[in-house]
DNA sequence: AGTCTGACACCCG
DNA sequence: ACGGGTGCCAGAC
């Protein structure tokens, strides 16, 4: 049953708390697949509409929705907004805040730490 | 500082 | 075996 990557991130997404997002990038790299983002947005293309899982909670690097294309945007958006996300005029949420990560994340997988 | 562009990586059908 | 795709990053404007 396991499909490999696509099992992973699926479930990677299961675990996001409410109020809470991850970045495509992240889930690959937690997936074990660090640089597969576009894949993980690939996989979470194929569920929308049919999934109890939070999809709305994954958003891109740069803290934007990235359904706009697909026509989900405002529905992501608006779904955040209902869990506390707040997000700024250029449709920016702070990531810095609201980037969750796994407890048990292998220390390689953590977020690069500020060396300054 | 913000936005746009292009090269790149990589799982899945 | 091959190409697509909800991205990422670095560099230019």
Not at 46 to 64: D, E, K
Request: proline share 8%; net charge neutral; hydrophobic share 40%.
């Amino acid at each position: 049953m396991e499909r490999g990557f696509q099992e992973r991130v699926l479930a990677l997404v299961a675990r996001i708390p409410q109020g809470r997002v991850m970045t495509y990038g992240q889930l690959a790299l937690l997936a074990g697949t660090p640089g597969a983002a576009r894949q993980a947005g690939q996989v979470l293309n194929g569920l929308l509409g049919h999934t109890p899982l939070p999809w709305h909670r994954v958003i891109n690097a740069q803290g934007r929705v990235s359904t706009h294309k697909i026509g989900f945007g405002d529905v992501q958006e608006g779904l955040l907004r209902a869990e506390g996300v707040a997000f700024d005029d250029s449709g920016r949420c702070d990531l810095d805040a609201l980037q969750w990560w796994p407890d048990d994340a292998p220390e390689r997988t953590l977020p690069p730490a500020p060396l300054l």
